[in-house]
């Protein structure tokens, strides 16, 4: 049995977060993988160790005195060592002088500076932890990704595996054969240039995630603060209902639209590779957690979540016969290309088109350059945009074997004096995506969690 286990911020944010980590991993020593993230914060008005780094970095991009930015995160990694009584003063050193070695790096030109602050929040978390795990019984590496074989493409704070790296990271199994455990910092990779490159913010679930699958591990472990996931935002919801096990089709489903427990890019590896995923809590660590694997093993409901999630709009376009014109759909979409806009949902009809957006991808500048193309090229009846939207997306693998879930979710709406703007399921009947105004969001989920859970 070999395991992968990552922890969070929240996980790694003290001392005292630092000593039950270390008596999770001394627990069950088939844990011979483990993925960190940065130090979190210790309290609700405390800083996280990336966002003083993006602080860091601001500063020297500006030409300011970076001085106390510096001071502040290795005085945090070194509040965090005192704590645990850690004697290698080598590991401490090598820590501060890579923060203060950042501010030589090239402004100019250097695509992948801001990735390389970031990154080193992970990078010298690994460096600590490993030491901490020596002084206390655990034979324990520190593995750098370059070192790990987690080479990525060149797209700074977005990267992707390369399809060549697994055959490198599995060599990480010759390592553990000798009993010593991997201490892997997650969120970032390294380009063929040996450039520092991130995977998108929360990436470290990621790195666990190809971990898992370079190394054929039986089971990725992602611990966290919450006992798992839950059918609904406990911020919306009061004790929601627990879920135990969901595929991964329903877990990419709920982390796109709003669960925020996991990555929804750290499911596609495990995936791949078939690994199952349980999400755990590091501060109640016998807790069964929530499973994610390929297909149910147990019986369970048509619904199993209910996700949401604002800030998107919509870019809507109507024309009489649109359906006749050849082409029309490819056109619209390849403006949006041009101007650098991804498009999430794109619900139609035989003379409309709306195309979903998040609504960080877009200026008052982009969308009026936006309308004035489109008006141009295919001269539309109707052209404009709709802001301040949100999605609710109903899951469950099991809807398509019962029939009227759509039907029930749409009454509790309308009963709820919920107006949906938009309604679209896909083929795979998973997921049903409901398009409100924002302002309706949290009584719409309310309105469904009372419909499919009470």
């Not at 003063?89 to 990735?115: C, M, P, Q, W």
């Not at 995936?271 to 390929?294: D, L, Q, S, Y």
């Not at 376009?317 to 619209?332: A, D, T």
């Given at each position: 049995?070999?395991?992968?286990?990552?922890?969070?911020?929240?996980?790694?944010?003290?001392?005292?977060?630092?000593e039950?980590?270390?008596?999770?991993?001394?627990?069950?020593?088939t844990?011979?993988?483990?993925?960190?993230?940065?130090?979190?914060k210790?309290?609700?008005?405390?800083?996280?160790?990336?966002?003083?780094?993006?602080?860091?970095?601001?500063?020297?991009?500006?030409g300011?005195?970076?001085?106390?930015?510096q001071d502040w995160?290795v005085?945090?990694?070194r509040?965090?060592?005192e704590?645990?009584?850690?004697?290698?003063?080598?590991?401490l050193?090598?820590?501060?002088y890579?923060i203060?070695?950042?501010?030589?790096?090239?402004k100019?030109?250097n695509?992948?500076?801001y990735?390389?602050?970031?990154?080193?929040?992970?990078?010298?978390?690994?460096?600590?932890?490993?030491?901490y795990f020596?002084?206390?019984?655990?034979?324990?590496?520190?593995?750098?990704?370059?070192?790990?074989?987690?080479t990525?493409?060149?797209?700074?704070?977005?990267?992707?595996?390369?399809?060549?790296?697994?055959?490198?990271?599995?060599?990480?199994?010759?390592?553990?054969e000798?009993?010593?455990?991997?201490v892997?910092?997650?969120?970032?990779?390294v380009?063929?240039?040996?450039?520092?490159?991130?995977?998108?913010?929360?990436?470290?679930?990621?790195?666990?995630?190809?971990?898992?699958a370079?190394?054929?591990a039986?089971?990725?472990?992602?611990?966290?603060?919450?006992?798992?996931?839950?059918?609904?935002?406990p911020k919306i919801?009061?004790?929601?209902?627990?879920?135990h096990?969901?595929?991964?089709?329903?877990?990419?489903?709920?982390?796109?639209?709003?669960?925020?427990?996991?990555?929804?890019e750290?499911?596609?590896?495990?995936?791949?590779a078939?690994?199952p995923?349980?999400?755990?809590?590091?501060?109640?660590?016998?807790?069964?957690?929530?499973?994610i694997t390929?297909?149910?093993?147990?019986?369970?409901?048509?619904?199993v979540?209910?996700?949401?999630?604002?800030?998107?709009?919509?870019?809507n376009?109507?024309?009489?016969?649109?359906?006749?014109?050849?082409?029309f759909?490819?056109?619209?979409?390849?403006?949006l290309?041009?101007?650098?806009?991804?498009?999430?949902?794109?619900?139609?009809?035989?003379?409309?088109?709306?195309?979903?957006?998040?609504?960080?991808?877009?200026?008052p500048?982009?969308e009026?350059?936006?309308l004035?193309?489109?008006?141009?090229?295919?001269h539309?009846?109707?052209?404009?945009?709709?802001?301040?939207?949100?999605?609710?997306?109903?899951?469950?693998?099991?809807?398509?074997?019962?029939?009227?879930?759509?039907?029930?979710?749409?009454k509790a709406?309308?009963?709820s004096?919920?107006?949906i703007?938009?309604?679209?399921?896909?083929?795979s009947?998973c997921?049903?995506?409901?398009?409100?105004?924002?302002?309706?969001?949290e009584?719409?989920v309310?309105a469904?969690y009372?419909?499919?859970f009470?």
């Amino acid at each position: 049995m070999t395991k992968v286990i990552k922890f969070g911020g929240s996980s790694l944010a003290s001392a005292e977060q630092l000593e039950k980590v270390l008596g999770i991993v001394k627990t069950d020593r088939t844990r011979r993988f483990v993925i960190v993230s940065a130090p979190g914060k210790r309290h609700a008005d405390d800083t996280k160790v990336t966002d003083a780094l993006i602080a860091y970095h601001a500063a020297y991009k500006a030409g300011k005195s970076v001085a106390k930015e510096q001071d502040w995160v290795v005085e945090r990694y070194r509040d965090i060592a005192e704590g645990l009584g850690l004697k290698d003063e080598d590991v401490l050193r090598d820590i501060a002088y890579n923060i203060h070695e950042l501010a030589s790096l090239e402004k100019t030109g250097n695509d992948f500076l801001y990735d390389t602050f970031l990154a080193a929040g992970e990078n010298n978390n690994a460096k600590l932890i490993a030491a901490y795990f020596r002084e206390n019984g655990i034979p324990a590496r520190y593995v750098h990704p370059r070192d790990a074989g987690i080479t990525v493409s060149r797209e700074p704070g977005n990267a992707r595996l390369l399809t060549n790296s697994y055959e490198k990271i599995n060599y990480l199994n010759q390592l553990t054969e000798a009993g010593e455990t991997l201490v892997i910092p997650g969120f970032f990779g390294v380009t063929e240039k040996d450039e520092i490159c991130t995977f998108s913010r929360g990436g470290s679930d990621i790195t666990g995630s190809i971990i898992a699958a370079g190394v054929k591990a039986d089971l990725y472990e992602n611990f966290t603060d919450v006992d798992g996931i839950f059918a609904c935002n406990p911020k919306i919801i009061d004790n929601p209902a627990p879920i135990h096990e969901v595929t991964y089709r329903e877990m990419r489903e709920l982390a796109y639209s709003g669960f925020s427990v996991l990555h929804d890019e750290a499911l596609v590896p495990a995936f791949r590779a078939h690994i199952p995923i349980v999400i755990k809590n590091t501060n109640n660590p016998k807790h069964p957690g929530t499973r994610i694997t390929t297909i149910h093993e147990e019986n369970y409901a048509p619904v199993v979540g209910i996700a949401s999630d604002d800030g998107f709009t919509t870019l809507n376009l109507s024309k009489y016969l649109l359906n006749r014109e050849v082409g029309f759909g490819r056109r619209v979409l390849s403006i949006l290309e041009e101007m650098g806009v991804r498009w999430e949902h794109m619900p139609t009809g035989i003379d409309d088109i709306s195309i979903i957006i998040r609504s960080r991808f877009l200026t008052p500048d982009i969308e009026k350059a936006i309308l004035s193309r489109l008006a141009e090229t295919l001269h539309p009846d109707e052209l404009y945009f709709e802001h301040d939207l949100s999605i609710i997306m109903l899951v469950g693998e099991n809807m398509k074997a019962h029939i009227g879930v759509t039907a029930r979710a749409a009454k509790a709406l309308s009963d709820s004096h919920v107006n949906i703007k938009m309604l679209t399921q896909g083929a795979s009947e998973c997921a049903v995506m409901f398009v409100v105004k924002n302002k309706d969001e949290e009584s719409a989920v309310k309105a469904l969690y009372q419909t499919f859970f009470w």
